[in-house]
C-alpha cells in the first residue's frame, strides 16, 4: 500500500488548511485512514482518524477546529484545518491499517502499518 498525502504549506494563525491523502495498491479488507503530525523536537502525536461508519477520532486539540473525511471505496482521507494556531506547526502524516473501533485503537500510532511521506504545515502567528 502506498499514500501520497497532498496540501499543506503556510498559513497565517488563525486561517485554514487541507490535506488529502489517497491510498493505492491495496489489499482486501475495511481500513481506518488517520492523520498524525510531528513538530521539531517533538514525538509524533495523533491528529484524527477515520474509520467509515465505525465512526471518526479526534484528538483533544484537534476536535471542533478539524474535520475529518474520506471515501472508503476510493481510499481517500481529507483534513480540513480551522482556526490553525502555531502550534499546529509540524509535518503531517496520513497513516493506513486495518478497520478499529474505538478512540483507542484509532489513536495508536503502532495500529497503523502504511504511511505516507508527510507534508508540512507552517502557520506563522
Known amino acids: 500500500v502506498q499514500l501520497q498525502a497532498s496540501g499543506g504549506g503556510w498559513v497565517q494563525a488563525g486561517g485554514s488548511l487541507s490535506l488529502s491523502c489517497a491510498a493505492s495498491?491495496?489489499?482486501?479488507?475495511?481500513?481506518?485512514m488517520g492523520w498524525f503530525r510531528q513538530a521539531p523536537g517533538k514525538e509524533r502525536e495523533f491528529v484524527a482518524a477515520?474509520?467509515?461508519?465505525?465512526?471518526?477520532y479526534y484528538a483533544t486539540f484537534a476536535a471542533g477546529r478539524f474535520t475529518i473525511s474520506g471515501d472508503d471505496a476510493a481510499n481517500t482521507v481529507s483534513l480540513q484545518m480551522t482556526v490553525l494556531k502555531p502550534e499546529d506547526s509540524a509535518v503531517y502524516y496520513c497513516?493506513?491499517?486495518?478497520?478499529?473501533?474505538?478512540?483507542?485503537?484509532?489513536?495508536?500510532?503502532?495500529?497503523?502499518?502504511?504511511w505516507g511521506q508527510g507534508t508540512l504545515v507552517t502557520v506563522s502567528s
Open positions: 495498491g491495496l489489499g482486501t479488507g475495511e481500513s481506518v
Open positions: 477515520f474509520a467509515g461508519r465505525s465512526g471518526t
Open positions: 497513516a493506513r491499517g486495518p478497520r478499529v473501533s474505538g478512540f483507542q485503537p484509532a489513536m495508536e500510532s503502532s495500529h497503523y502499518t502504511s
